[in-house]
């Protein structure tokens, strides 16, 4: 049984800051997890990755915007988000497992066995 738990979010105007958080439980095993967002009409696409060996991914979009961070030990991860951008806002998702060792924003949204409820993310221009 893993539990996922999504936090942060909200809005703000562009340019401005806003962070999410993502929990894993068991805390004890290792996981490889991943930020996806998708907006109204459009597909859902990968933000960010952070897999079990500690190697980080990020689609171009946000490269130097987003930078995401093992928080606590092992079970926690944190995207910060700068310099929002309109074309960020979506509902963002934690998916995460504690089965998939190696991840990058290229891995199919299969492979992650967990996903969160979503936390939204609202920037306006």
């Known amino acids: 049984q893993v539990q996922i738990v999504e936090s942060g979010g909200g809005s703000v105007q562009a340019g401005g800051s806003l962070r999410l958080s993502c929990s894993c439980a068991?805390?004890?095993?290792?996981?490889?997890m991943g930020w996806f967002r998708q907006a109204p009409g459009k597909q859902r696409e990968a933000v960010a990755t952070?897999?079990?060996?500690?190697?980080?991914s990020y689609r171009d979009s946000v490269k130097g915007r987003f930078t995401i961070s093992k928080t606590n030990g092992k079970n926690r991860f944190d995207l910060q988000m700068n310099n929002l951008k309109p074309e960020d806002t979506a509902m963002y998702y934690c998916a995460a497992d504690p089965g998939l060792r190696r991840c990058t924003i290229w891995t199919p949204v299969r492979n992650f066995g967990y996903w969160g409820q979503g936390k939204q993310v609202t920037v306006s221009s």
């Open positions: 952070f897999d079990s060996t500690g190697m980080t």
């Open positions: 068991p805390s004890e095993n290792t996981y490889s």
